[in-house]
């Protein structure tokens, strides 16, 4: 689709930047009107489209769960947590990630925590220790001890659950 001479270049309809600077660019199936369409408007436009979806309900929480991951809730912008029980001195949920997602390298004091992959590839790291772990997989964190997670695929969601030991303060 590229021009020469001192013909103007093609430009998104949208954004208005030139091919020259967008990994892609669409053009209308139509002659008239002709529209372009670059591929980081189409990623704009499809998250839009993914945060507008209706959420399907999460199941009801009882005290015995069937299935973890049909609780997982999601965020385009960042990893998303969901609680799925909490006692006196335990906690459990879920940290939910989109491709490419991570929750960044921190630690608690006085909290233990332990990860399990339900589904998904994470790269954990824990200390100086980083593998990649699929569903069935896990680590744990003692406390005061450096550890993140990520979400390494492109395309696959991660769901994670976190137990924690002494619980977080309630929110």
């Given amino acids: 689709m590229k021009r020469t001479g001192t013909e103007e270049s093609l430009r998104c309809s949208f954004c208005h930047k030139s091919q020259d600077v967008v990994g892609k660019l669409i053009s209308s199936p139509s002659d008239y009107p002709r529209a372009y369409i670059c591929d980081e408007c189409i ?12 959420q399907q309900p999460a199941p009801a929480l009882s005290p ?28 459990v949920g879920l940290n939910c990630f989109e491709p490419g997602q991570e929750h960044a390298a921190h630690a608690h004091e006085g909290q233990d925590k332990l ?4 589904q998904g590839d994470a790269e954990i790291q824990v200390g100086a220790e980083k593998r990649l ?4 997989g896990g680590a744990f964190a003692a406390s005061g001890v450096t550890h993140s ?15 924690l030991a002494p619980p977080p303060a309630a929110k």
């Fill in 43 to 54: 990623a704009v436009c499809n998250a839009i489209l993914e945060d507008d979806k209706p």
């Fill in 64 to 91: 015995v769960m069937e299935d973890l991951a049909a609780f997982a809730e999601f965020s385009s912008s960042k990893m998303a947590k969901t609680d799925l029980a909490r006692g006196e001195t335990l906690f």
């Fill in 115 to 118: 990860y399990v992959v339900l």
């Fill in 133 to 136: 772990v699929g569903a069935g």
């Fill in 149 to 163: 997670v990520k979400n390494v695929s492109t395309t696959a969601q991660l769901i994670v659950l976190a137990v």
